[in-house]
């Protein structure tokens, strides 16, 4: 059974920073695709980051201050967060295994449960 577990949410200050981690189990992802999606309330989910065998991509909202990244030996997704502001307040779920394009998250097979980040003004 796959699972994919969040952690490292919170609150913080604007200005501040977060490391979300995503740790895999039931199947290795090392070669695979991840992704970070986020979704704020009344709004849909939207893209954050994703992390191939060719390296990271970024929404433009957050490129320039996250970044993505993964241990292969701890089957693991990070996402370092600075810079953060209001309204980069949002639920943020780890998924992997996209079927099809990687910025969109019907596309994604295995979902984590979300951890909340809340950034205060």
């Known amino acids: 059974q796959v699972q994919l577990v969040e952690s490292g949410g919170g609150l913080v200050q604007a200005g501040g920073s977060l490391r979300l981690s995503c740790a895999a189990s039931?199947?290795?992802?090392?070669?695979?695709?991840m992704g970070w999606f986020r979704q704020a309330p009344g709004k849909e989910r939207e893209f954050v980051a994703a992390i191939s065998r060719w390296g990271g991509s970024y929404a433009d909202s957050v490129k320039g201050r996250f970044t993505i990244s993964r241990d292969t030996a701890k089957n693991t997704a990070y996402l370092q967060m600075n810079s953060l502001k209001p309204e980069d307040t949002a639920v943020y779920y780890c998924?992997?295994?996209?079927?099809?394009?990687?910025?969109?998250?019907?596309?994604?097979?295995?979902w984590g449960q979300g951890t909340q980040v809340t950034v205060s003004s």
């Open positions: 039931g199947r290795t992802f090392s070669s695979d695709t």
């Open positions: 998924a992997a295994h996209p079927t099809g394009n990687y910025y969109s998250a019907a596309s994604y097979e295995y």
